[in-house]
Every structure is written in C-alpha cells, then in structure tokens.
C-alpha cells in the first residue's frame, strides 16, 4: 500500500524554524517527483514546492520562495521541507503528495499541522 | 499566481447532475491539459479525481467526469449521491513549472 506519514509540525514563534519530514513506503520512492501543498484553516488548497525524483528540478511558490527549501534523501525514502522565517500567515496543514509522470498528486498524506504565534 | 476561480458552492439532489467550473489563464488551464480535480471530505486529505482533464483513476466512479474549453475547466458529477458531499478543487500546471490551485467549491447535495 502506498502511504505518506508526514511530521515535524507544531507550535513556532513568528521567525522561527521548522523542518517538517515526509516517511514514503509502498512505492519506489526514488522514481518519483515529490510536492509539498498546505491548507491553512478553514481556507483552500495551496501549492509550496515540488522536487524532482533525483532533485534536479526544484519550484517554489512565491509565497515561500527565499524562506523554504524542500528537499528529499532516497536512500531513506523521505522528504523534507525546511521553514525558515516563519510567519502568522504559514499556519496550516502542511501535506506530502506524490506526483506522477504528468502533474497530478496522488496520493496525499494525513498532514502535519504547523502553528506561528507568538 | 493568481489562484484557478471555482464558484464557492454548487448544490442538487440525489440523482442530478452538477457541474463545477474553474477558470484560470493561457499560462495555466488554457495553456496545458494537465488539469486536476480534488476531493476533499471534512477532515480529510484530499484524493484525486480527474487527471489530465478527463481521466480518473483506478477507482474512481464513472460519475465523475472532466473537460477543458479554453480558458476553463469543468468537473461534472451525475447521479448526485449523498457521499459526494464535499469540497472540490482543481489545479493546474502552470507556464512557471508550477502548480496553481482553485478557491475549493464546497458541493451540498440537498
């Protein structure tokens, strides 16, 4: 079965860091582009940043761009987003979704919740 | 990048049809047929439903339907049963290599 268990979140201060990690099991993991997408509460989805399978290609959403990096060790199947510069406006449910040869998440993980307030 | 625009809400009854729009640009929706839609249950992930415009995945009920017109998308659900509840969203691939997603349509079946 194919399954995403993200973790890392919690409660940080406006400023602060946080790395938040993506445990993949069930699939090669190393064959396939990775994305991170959060839901702040109660609002919609929004994209962060997508890696390639060997991390050739990285993106970012303007939001984040210059404050998160994304990255991703296949020899442990896991993904990383590492949050920087943290602001109120990054609180959300953060998840991990598997992409595929053609743009599309699938599947998702349960996400982890990240909270900046001071 | 501007999010895709999807209506708030859209309701029918059991056994109707409804359709969802989602609207975006020649950089994004018009531009790719790398269209998706999500849905999403109260407390839940997201799951896939509509890829690349018009394909669903395995398992997914032949209900759920997708296509593209230019600048907008659509996701059309027949047979409307109480279980598909639930707020959709669209993405789609962008002209910057990257992912836009629409407002979320929250589907009410009366």
Redesign the interface.
């Known amino acids: 079965e194919v399954q995403l268990v993200e973790s890392g979140g919690g409660l940080v201060k406006p400023g602060g860091s946080l790395r938040l990690s993506c445990a993949a099991s069930g699939f090669t993991f190393s064959s396939y582009s990775m994305n991170w997408v959060r839901q702040a509460p109660g609002k919609g989805l929004e994209w962060v940043s997508s890696i390639s399978s060997n991390s050739n290609y990285i993106y970012y959403a303007d939001s984040v761009k210059g404050r998160f990096t994304i990255s991703r060790d296949n020899a442990k199947n896991s993904l990383y987003l590492q949050m920087n510069s943290l602001r109120a406006g990054d609180t959300a449910l953060y998840y991990c979704a598997r992409d595929s040869v053609t743009p599309r998440f699938d599947p998702w993980g349960q996400g982890t919740l990240v909270t900046v307030s001071s | 990048?501007s999010?895709l625009t999807q209506p708030a809400s859209v309701s029918g009854s059991p056994g109707q049809s409804i359709t969802i729009s989602c609207t975006g640009t020649s950089g994004d929706v018009g531009g790719y047929n790398?269209v998706?839609w999500?849905q999403?249950h109260p407390g839940k992930?997201?799951?896939?439903m509509i890829?690349?415009v018009n394909n669903r995945?395995s398992g997914v009920s032949n209900r759920f339907s997708g296509s593209k017109s230019d600048n907008t998308a659509s996701l059309t659900i027949s047979g409307l049963q109480a279980e598909d509840e639930a707020d959709y969203?669209c993405?789609s691939?962008t002209s910057?290599?990257?992912?836009?997603?629409?407002?979320?349509t929250k589907l009410t079946v009366l």
Not at chain 2, 96 to 104: A, D, E, I, N, P
């Open positions: 990048q999010a790398y998706s999500y999403q992930a997201p799951k896939l890829y690349e995945p969203y993405s691939y910057r290599s990257t992912v836009v997603f629409g407002g979320g």
